[in-house]
């Protein structure tokens, strides 16, 4: 199923994003005292406010120029009043099946997260035997399954 604009990741500037990896390599590697000029000049192109800190530990979780590509997408991630269940569905079967590079499905999960009543829904997706409290639960959930557990249908057949 094809998403609409406003489910898909937005199309990022090339070279701003290139820039600022690589002042997020500088500052994640580098001392707080050395990096501030690289600190600011990532707010200011990026518009945002982060901190020394925010940068610290990246390159242990994921690569810099994925970190730069979430924080450059977060703005977009918002709560739609009309996405349907058919639209859920499609993005966590997008989440689940890994489709797309890791900064797209990690933002088909905070769509997720944003459009779904439920706290736990990375839970239910990647964990569901703590999402039930049940560590012998090893049952794979469909995409449907999951929205529709998220949504509070339980009465759908495991």
């Not at 489709?99 to 797209?104: C, L, M, S």
Request: charge should be negative; aromatic fraction near 8%; include cysteine.
């Amino acid at each position: 199923m094809e998403l609409r604009p406003d489910l898909m990741p937005p199309v990022l500037d090339e070279s701003l994003v290139s820039r600022l990896t690589k002042y997020a390599e500088e500052i994640d590697c580098g001392h707080h005292e050395q990096t501030r000029s690289q600190v600011a000049a990532f707010n200011r192109e990026a518009m945002t406010a982060l901190e020394f800190i925010d940068f610290q530990g990246i390159y242990g979780g994921q690569s810099h120029d994925t970190w730069v590509r979430k924080v450059l997408a977060t703005p977009y991630e918002r709560r739609l009043t009309d996405v349907t269940k058919q639209e859920l569905v499609e993005l966590a079967r997008r989440v689940m099946e890994d489709v797309g590079a890791d900064h797209e499905v990690e933002f088909w999960l905070s769509m997720l997260a944003i459009n779904i009543p439920n706290e736990r829904i990375s839970d239910l997706i990647f964990w569901p035997d703590e999402y039930f409290g049940d560590v012998n639960y090893s049952q794979r959930l469909s995409p449907e399954q999951v929205v529709e557990i998220a949504l509070g249908d339980r009465d759908i057949e495991l």
